[in-house]
Structures are given as C-alpha cells and as structure tokens.
C-alpha cells in the first residue's frame, strides 16, 4: 500500500479522515440531541409512553416500595 492510488479509488490523508469523522460525529451527536429533545416534549405533552428509566427520572415517588417494608 503505497501512497499511489490505485484506478477508481481516493487517497486519503489522515488528517481529511480525521476532518471527516469530526464531521460525521458532530452530525450524529446533533442529531441524538434532538431526537432527545423531541422525545422529552412528547413525553411532557403525553403523546408516548415513558420506559422504566424515563420513569423512574420524572416519577421517582413511583418506585418507593418504603411503605411495603
């Protein structure tokens, strides 16, 4: 593997490689953030349901089992 690429591939430096992830991890951090954010208003308007740890975070008073004891 020399630095000549071979016909109808792209050489790439590590540095655009590094450019490139950068980019990539930027978009998909974005990109979870606001799949977060919309997730948090559907919960706060009702329109989903919450899963255990979603529940256990606005409800704690939920899993209380003090008074069984």
Excluded: C
């Excluded at 606001?34 to 409800?59: F, P, S």
């Amino acid at each position: 593997m020399g630095a000549m690429a071979e016909e109808g591939k792209t050489v790439l430096t590590p540095s655009q490689f590094n450019l490139w992830k950068q980019r990539k991890d930027a978009e998909a951090a974005a990109k979870a953030a606001e799949a977060a954010r919309k997730r948090e208003e559907d919960i706060a308007a009702g329109r989903v349901r919450m899963n255990g740890r979603e529940l256990y975070k606005h409800e704690p008073w939920v899993f209380d089992d003090y008074q069984y004891s």
